[in-house]
């Protein structure tokens, strides 16, 4: 599959984005959906990810109770909705896919990536 993602910005903390990511090519319908992030000088980090029938999410703790991944099989996007940011969230953020049904929190095992979308968070 190809992955696009989209809807990085510049916002001021407590603000809020919505990231999408399309994916084209083969169906998206079984892949697991994930979404990293990348700040300069950091390793990339899992942020969430989905099961292809978005029966079950992840996220990482710092994460949690602010950010919701959350899929559109019919639509075949993949979306990152972000509230409360703050500057710890600055970085590029990749959409991802992988087929299976476990959601890995490791880069490593994702085969397919989207390009990158910055998103910058002011104080």
């Known amino acids: 599959v190809q992955l696009q993602a989209s809807g990085g910005g510049l916002v001021q903390a407590g603000g809020s984005l919505r990231l999408s990511c399309a994916v084209s090519g083969r169906t998206f319908r079984r892949y697991i959906g994930s979404w990293f992030r990348q700040a300069p000088g950091k390793g990339r980090e899992f942020v969430a990810g989905i099961t292809w029938d978005a029966g079950r999410t992840n996220y990482r703790d710092s994460v949690k109770g602010r950010f919701t991944i959350s899929r559109d099989n019919a639509k075949k996007t993949l979306y990152l909705h972000m509230n409360n940011l703050t500057s710890e969230d600055t970085a590029v953020y990749y959409c991802?896919?992988?087929?299976?049904?476990?959601?890995?929190?490791?880069?490593?095992?994702?085969?397919?990536w989207g390009q990158g979308t910055q998103i910058t968070v002011s104080s």
């Open positions: 991802a896919a992988d087929w299976g049904e476990r959601i890995s929190p490791s880069w490593k095992v994702y085969n397919s």
